[in-house]
């Protein structure tokens, strides 16, 4: 939760020797690498991928993937950092249409780049500090941020904050739910997604009403100094 606190070709595997280095010829290595990491989360998760693995699927010799991005944290870096600034293309634009229409996009995007989105929420996975990806990903916070600033009133700037918070917290887990197959019914079930998405909030606001009931009958909280 600290990153809130800133404002902030397909790959076929080369069966021939001799064709082994035309990513090389052709600059593509790097894209190559990227693709194949891709589908190796995609078909094994982050905690199996191989570098070893990554190379076979894109067509290289075993050392071409260290050679662009040094070790697995460095291909983790690269699939967050893109992955953040396409969060930010995919949802930027549909802030003018409302929050809504900006979560809509944001679970979207969950589900159309899986890998991606496995990566990206992992920082252990990454170097956090990476610049590319620290530009990338308060670029995306900052959609967030525009699309609930735009919804509040007058005299609520102080609200900015937290309301990101349980708006992130709440669509995350959303996403992630649908995404791993916890919810029925399936997103195809469930379109247009925004009319669902609206359902879900009046239920976070029933939520809130539940919350705050409960909280007025309990009893102040002692201070344990006094």
């Known amino acids: 939760m ?67 991005f040094g070790d697995k944290a460095g291909i983790f870096t690269e699939i967050a950092a893109r992955g953040f600034s396409l969060l930010t293309q995919e949802t930027g634009e ?20 899986k890998a991606h989105f496995e990566v990206m929420f992992r ?3 990454y170097r956090t500090d990476d610049p590319e990806l620290v530009a990338a990903r308060d670029s995306s916070f900052e959609v967030l941020y525009r699309a609930v600033e735009e919804g509040l009133q007058p005299g609520q700037e102080d609200e900015l904050m937290p309301t990101s918070v349980a708006a992130w917290s709440a669509l995350h887990g959303f996403a992630t739910l649908l995404l791993y197959g916890n919810l029925e019914p399936k997103l195809g079930d469930i379109e247009p997604l925004e009319v669902y998405l609206v359902e879900v909030a009046r239920g976070m606001i029933t939520l809130g009403e539940i919350i705050a009931r409960q909280e007025a009958g309990r009893p102040a909280a002692r201070n344990p100094q006094s």
């Open 123 to 125: 920082p252990e996975l």
């Open 94 to 113: 549909l802030v003018s249409g409302g929050l809504v229409e900006a979560a809509a996009g944001y679970v979207r995007f969950a589900l159309e780049h």
């Open 2 to 68: 600290a990153t809130l606190g800133h404002r902030c070709p397909t790959i076929q595997t080369v069966a021939n020797s001799g064709e082994r280095d035309r990513p090389y010829h052709h600059g593509r290595l790097k894209e190559a690498v990227v693709e194949a990491a891709l589908a190796e989360i995609e078909a094994v998760g982050t905690s199996e991928l191989s570098m070893r693995e990554v190379a076979r699927r894109a067509g290289v010799s075993h050392a071409a993937p260290a050679h662009h």
